[in-house]
């Protein structure tokens, strides 16, 4: 039985690089959960950054962060802004998923000044498995995304953000969408300071482009819902499985869905415990 972590230090940081998405006068916030390792040594321990599934939070990754936790890993949890419950959303939060793995970096740019990083993993659910491998070295296809926003492509519903992409259009009113405002989503967004991915029901599949993920060379571990109807198998996991050299992975459960990661009352509540188990089993093997 995995023990409860503490509760963690939170902190709001500020990228100065990028604009708050409500008043973009102001820096973009990217708010930290910071669980300390339970066990200090002389050599900074090792690292897990945990990104949340769409408008989701990092407090509520909880079935990921303990067991880490307890396996003796600093652990740090982020809310990506505009996607997260806790700051509220925004339109671009969800369409511009880009913006999730340079909230990691600049996290750990940020942990950096302050203390020495020991060796680093991501872990993330859903949209937040799409961010840890796209720390790997995934990228999106512009080209898909620009089909999407005219609507030549239909987007997949977002139950937590319904007409979401009406939102985008109606702040942002144009006739078109400049090609050029989604480009950055093909940039290459890995962090060599990432040794090693665990993604569970990974998103955004469908958009990754094959070559970057046949580029990948940091070990990746999956674990898939087989029940799955927000990331199915097919058109959002298996891409990663199969085009990702270092790839390995195992579906949860044939009957276990989605929800059953965050529900509260899940229909498998075994789901979640194994999955979480296995990434701190995968990191112990990668990172010490």
């Given amino acids: 039985m995995i023990a409860f972590a503490a509760e963690p230090l939170i902190r709001v940081l500020h990228d100065e690089s990028r604009p708050d998405l409500r008043e973009p006068a102001r820096p973009r916030p990217v708010r930290l959960y910071v669980w300390e390792p339970i066990r200090a040594g002389e050599a900074p321990a090792p690292l897990v950054v945990v990104s949340h599934g769409t408008?989701?939070?990092?407090?509520?990754?909880?079935?990921?962060?303990?067991?880490?936790?307890?396996?003796?890993?600093?652990v740090v949890a982020l809310d990506h802004h505009g996607n997260?419950?806790?700051?509220?959303?925004?339109?671009?939060?969800?369409?511009?998923?880009?913006?999730?793995?340079?909230?990691?970096?600049?996290?750990l740019d940020a942990l950096a000044k302050e203390q020495p990083l020991g060796p680093v993993g991501v872990a993330g659910f859903?949209?937040?498995?799409?961010?840890?491998?796209?720390?790997?070295?995934?990228?999106?296809?512009?080209?898909?995304?620009?089909?999407?926003?005219?609507?030549?492509?239909?987007l997949p519903e977002i139950p937590e953000f319904p007409g979401v992409l009406e939102a985008l259009r109606a702040k942002?009113?144009?006739?078109?969408?400049?090609?050029?405002t989604l480009a950055p989503a093909g940039d290459d967004l890995s962090?060599?300071?990432?040794?090693?991915?665990?993604?569970?029901?990974?998103?955004?599949g469908a958009m990754v482009t094959r070559e970057s993920l046949e580029a990948v060379r940091v070990?990746?571990?999956?674990?898939?819902?087989?029940?799955?109807?927000i990331t199915?198998?097919?058109?959002?996991?298996?891409?990663?499985?199969?085009?990702?050299?270092?790839?390995?992975?195992?579906?949860?459960?044939?009957?276990?869905?989605?929800?059953?990661?965050?529900?509260?009352?899940?229909?498998d509540p075994t789901a979640r415990v194994r999955a979480g188990e296995d990434a701190a089993a995968f990191f112990l093997e990668r990172l010490g």
């Avoid at 498995?129 to 512009?142: C, E, H, K, M, S």
């Avoid at 040794?195 to 569970?200: G, H, I, K, M, W």
């Avoid at 198998?233 to 199969?242: A, C, I, K, M, V």
């Avoid at 992975?249 to 276990?256: E, F, K, T, W």
């Fill in 191 to 204: 962090d060599p300071r990432v040794r090693a991915v665990f993604l569970v029901s990974p998103g955004v």
């Fill in 55 to 74: 408008g989701g939070s990092g407090s509520d990754m909880r079935w990921l962060v303990d067991p880490l936790h307890a396996a003796g890993f600093r």
């Fill in 126 to 154: 859903s949209i937040g498995g799409y961010t840890a491998a796209a720390l790997a070295g995934a990228r999106i296809d512009p080209g898909i995304l620009l089909a999407v926003a005219k609507g030549e492509v239909p």
């Fill in 232 to 267: 199915p198998y097919e058109s959002d996991t298996r891409p990663y499985l199969d085009h990702i050299p270092t790839a390995s992975g195992r579906s949860v459960g044939p009957a276990v869905r989605h929800d059953d990661f965050f529900a509260p009352e899940p229909a």
């Fill in 172 to 180: 942002y009113p144009q006739d078109e969408v400049p090609e050029g």
């Fill in 84 to 107: 997260d419950f806790v700051g509220g959303y925004e339109p671009e939060g969800f369409l511009h998923p880009w913006e999730r793995p340079r909230d990691v970096s600049f996290a």
């Fill in 219 to 229: 070990p990746v571990a999956i674990r898939w819902a087989g029940a799955d109807t």
